[in-house]
């Protein structure tokens, strides 16, 4: 396994939670790495991106400002800190680490469910 994501959970709307995604590839740092979400009957969609140094984040239009993502190199991990929560963010959602020549890598995902 070289993603691990953790940190999914049931949160009432308006909530926080921060999901995390451990990698075990050696050259973490040389990877661009994204947050993606699927919800029950649609395409998985981009949340988040993050450079391999971390200088450059994009994220989905539909984030707004709620979440922020992050790496740590040194513990091969990255974050996405997400706040303001909303039952449309219901999903499972999948770190996934690209870099040119490589393979893609997809983790396993965690579900994430926004509810009263």
């Known amino acids: 396994v070289h993603l691990m994501e953790s940190g999914g959970g049931l949160v009432e709307p308006g909530g926080s939670l921060t999901l995390s995604c451990v990698s075990s590839i050696s050259t973490f740092s040389n990877f661009k790495m994204s947050w993606w979400r699927q919800s029950l009957g649609n395409e998985r969609e981009l949340v988040a991106y993050i450079s391999p140094a971390g200088g450059t984040t994009t994220y989905g239009d539909f984030v707004k400002g709620r979440f922020t993502i992050s790496r740590d190199n040194s513990k091969n991990t990255v974050y996405l800190q997400m706040n303001s929560l909303q039952p449309e963010d219901t999903g499972v959602y999948y770190c996934?680490?690209?870099?040119?020549?490589?393979?893609?890598?997809w983790g396993q995902g965690t579900q994430v469910t926004v509810s009263s």
């Open positions: 996934k680490a690209t870099q040119m020549g490589r393979p893609v890598y």
